[in-house]
């Protein structure tokens, strides 16, 4: 009896010792209690769009190449009805919603009319911004096909004249409308690039991303290990300064993302077609192609090197910088599409360094960059990777 008791006593010993080493560890702590509690409202944010009950009908800007009465009669109607704004061209209503000035937009193509005379569906066209949500879209093109269906019906019940109650009991509405299409839809990637947006195109550029910032992991064990070795002091002794430590450790870690580069590029040509998907289009724009990488690369090693020189131990280094890159991931977009996030989740996406870069690689990806688009963004990383950098810098020039 005794000696079960020692031993309970000693694994109740044991684990106050884990309890107590456990709380000398704020960045472990931090992974398992503030990273799933971020995840937490990500998701939950996220779901709520996608599973709520009503969908508010977007915003549409609306081009109008039909002249006819009809079609200015009913695009006034719904204007009225649900706002919006008219637009003289396809060219303008493109800018519109690049700006996100709208969230949508409908053109009404000539005819409206059928041979019948009366208003087809098919003859609209749904343009939807980037990020439009899923079920909004939805909302947006099942309310246009009732909404002409609700036509079709006027103009049914006037050509029936005083006999349209009759009529309108006993005919089937096969017999009343002409046979209703749905409106074309097409995303602003689609538009601008020319080509259909594939799973593997919007994937490879933000699983690469997030692939990147993961040099988190190699760099702290290198850093921490030639710091606790006395490297880093040798290094000093022969008049090292410490922004050429940095600088080679910077070049070094960024080849090894173009090492990533070339084996997730490979991986989404070659693999995925080869088990039944769709294969990664590389009909891309060199020079944006390799401002985004490069921009991407440097924020990447400067945010693990900031990380990894301010730390002490790897096991610290490796939960916090983990834990911060799998955080950045999420409000970046990577695991949630950022269309399936609340507008307000998407705003806060704007300010991740993983965003800036998930923007700025998905236009070069999906063929429509611009520099009013890449710039920003690579300007925005490599700022990020210049401040990293400085006080990394600092910190290891004090430890030498």
């Known amino acids: 009896m005794s000696g079960t008791l020692h031993f309970a006593r000693q694994i109740a010993r044991l ?36 599973l709520i009950a009503r969908v508010e009908i977007p915003v549409a800007g609306w081009v109008l190449e039909d002249d006819g009465p009809v079609a200015r009669q009913w695009t006034a109607e719904w204007l009225a009805r649900h706002g919006g704004q008219r637009f003289a061209s396809r060219q303008e209503l493109q800018s519109a919603l690049k700006k996100r ?8 193509r000539a ?3 059928g041979a019948d005379g009366r208003p087809r569906a098919e003859q609209l066209e749904m343009w939807l911004g980037n990020l439009m949500q899923p079920a909004a879209a939805a909302r947006l093109r099942a309310e246009l096909s009732f909404s002409l269906l609700q036509v079709q019906m006027k103009m049914a019940a006037a050509q029936a004249g005083p006999f349209a109650s009759v009529l309108l009991a006993s005919a089937g ?15 602003l990637y689609e538009i601008e690039s020319g ?30 290990q030639e710091r606790n070795d006395g490297t880093l002091t040798r290094l000093a002794t022969f008049k090292v300064p410490a922004g050429a430590v940095l600088g ?18 490979l991986v989404g040509r070659w693999l995925v077609p080869a088990l039944g998907g769709d294969a990664l289009n590389l009909d891309v724009s060199p020079p944006w192609f390799i ?3 490069l921009a991407t690369s440097a924020a990447a090693v400067g945010l693990a090197l900031l990380i990894a020189s301010w730390t002490r131990a790897f096991d610290h280094a490796a939960a916090l910088g983990g834990g911060l890159n799998v955080v950045l991931g ?50 925005l990383l490599l700022g990020f990777a210049a401040l990293c950098l400085l006080l990394s810098w600092w910190r290891i020039r004090k430890r030498l």
């Open 15 to 50: 684990a106050l010792k884990e309890w107590r080493l456990l709380a000398r560890n704020p960045h472990g702590l931090a992974v398992l209690f503030l990273m799933p509690a971020i995840f937490v409202l990500v998701m939950s944010f996220t779901l709520k769009n996608t």
């Open 101 to 108: 000035q709208v969230e949508a937009g409908v053109i009404v």
């Open 111 to 113: 005819p409206l009319l």
């Open 173 to 187: 509405s096969s017999e009343l409308l002409s046979a209703q299409g749905a409106p074309a839809v097409r995303y």
């Open 195 to 224: 080509r259909p947006m594939t799973a593997v195109q919007q994937s490879v550029p933000a699983w690469l991303i997030f692939g990147m910032f993961f040099v988190v992991i190699p760099i702290a064990g290198v850093l921490i």
């Open 248 to 265: 080679g450790k910077l070049l070094a870690f960024m080849l090894l993302n173009w090492v990533q580069l070339v084996f997730m590029v």
């Open 291 to 293: 401002l985004m990488v």
């Open 330 to 379: 999420a409000i970046a977009g990577v695991m949630v599409p950022r269309m399936l996030m609340p507008p307000a989740l998407q705003t806060i996406s704007e300010w991740s360094p993983m965003g800036w870069a998930l923007d700025g690689m998905q236009s070069v990806f999906l063929g429509s960059p611009d520099a009013d688009r890449i710039l920003p963004r690579a300007g």
